[in-house]
């Protein structure tokens, strides 16, 4: 059986195109799912992601056990409100999920975790709380609505009230705060996102989803589907759980070292084998492809180097560079001229550092040729 967000209805009204994501009937796009691409890039535009999932945890321990459960160091987080993005593991270093944890107060923290991976999560975070005496709370009475562009934030605070509206204009980046929307709607504000763009990912009560949704959409705020939303984060160098990392991939192979802190004295989740697989040498590494001529990269093409075979992760047609790029796993060392192979056709492509874009704007060098 598939769910549906409460904004399903809202959805089709606008003509979206419905797909199954992750076991959710989802909108991929509205009509130009390159259109909504640029409306993000250049103005704003908003995602209903409510298939995402909040986790409240609360106790004592709660901070004892997010250091224990997840790869980089919470410890990080000394303001209320700061979030930070994190990989928790198995232990083999496998990435079981990526996630957002954002600190409240010393015995509340909240986790959103992504949709496909909800119920391993929550079993997950529910065997390895019981010995912290964490309190694990999933809040399905929460929707969750993404509105990211360079005009995202100043179309959001027009609809604000005065004192939520000062406070989230100073709110810094990778930080949330608790307020108030139109009419008094209960507001928990993030100023984060997964396109590569400013903006802010909004909770709400379902029972006000819609009604905020409409009042975005009155604003000048573009819907956009999942569609846009994967070209975006792919343009912006964001993993995609599933496609791009999963259980039978650590940190170090997923470009994602930078989540990871081997502080002394922290014994979490996955960290002996994670020092393990560096001590030895990592023997696949994540990086960044582009193709010059016409084609377009996809997912489980074969990647050829001179170190052996890869393959490729996330590919597709980049809108704001007009071309295919592409994250891929390959062996380690030096890989020489790299050749994908598309329909038994070997093509040249350039590898690349990733984001391919940053702020809006090509990175040098990328869509050069």
């Known amino acids: 059986m598939t769910d549906k967000t409460v904004l ?187 396109t590569g763009e400013d903006g802010f990912e909004i909770v709400v009560p379902e029972s006000r989803a819609v009604e905020l949704w409409k009042a975005l959409h009155a604003a000048g705020v573009a819907p956009a589907g999942l569609g846009a939303r994967d070209t975006l984060r792919l343009e912006a160098g964001m993993n995609l759980y599933g496609q791009d990392m999963d259980e039978t991939v650590s940190p170090w192979e997923a470009a994602l070292a930078w989540t990871v802190s081997l502080d002394e004295g922290r014994d979490f989740i996955g960290r002996a084998a994670l020092e393990s697989q560096k001590a030895a040498g990592v023997p696949r590494v994540m990086v960044g492809l582009v193709l010059d001529e016409k084609g377009v990269l996809r997912h489980g093409q074969k990647v050829l180097t001179a170190q052996g075979e890869g393959e490729i992760l996330s590919g597709t047609f980049a809108p704001t560079l007009n071309r295919a790029v592409a994250f891929a796993r390959i062996p380690a060392g030096e890989p020489g001229d790299v050749r994908v192979d598309i329909r038994g056709r070997e093509v040249p492509v350039r590898l690349v550092k990733f984001p391919f874009v940053r702020d809006g704007k090509p990175q040098p060098g990328i869509a050069d040729a």
């Open 8 to 194: 399903n209805a809202t959805h089709r009204e606008l003509g979206a195109r419905m797909v199954d994501f992750g076991g959710w009937d989802m909108p991929i796009s509205y009509g130009s799912q390159i259109d909504e691409h640029h409306a993000v890039r250049n103005d704003a535009g908003m995602f209903d992601v409510s298939h995402m999932t909040v986790v409240d945890l609360t106790g004592e321990r709660t901070r004892d056990f997010l250091r224990h459960l997840v790869a980089n160091n919470v410890d990080k987080l000394t303001k209320s409100g700061k979030a930070l993005y994190t990989c928790m593991l198995n232990e083999e270093g496998g990435v079981i999920d990526d996630l957002i944890i954002y600190f409240l107060r010393e015995d509340f923290f909240r986790l959103v975790v992504n949709a496909a991976t909800r119920v391993k999560d929550l079993a997950w975070i529910e065997k390895q709380a019981v010995a912290f005496g964490v309190s694990v709370r999933e809040r399905p009475e929460f929707s969750m609505i993404a509105v990211q562009g360079p005009n995202a934030r100043e179309k959001v605070l027009g609809l604000l009230p005065e004192d939520t509206r000062e406070l989230a204009g100073k709110l810094g980046k990778f930080a949330a705060l608790e307020g108030e929307g139109p009419d008094g709607m209960p507001l928990f504000i993030a100023r984060t996102g997964y």
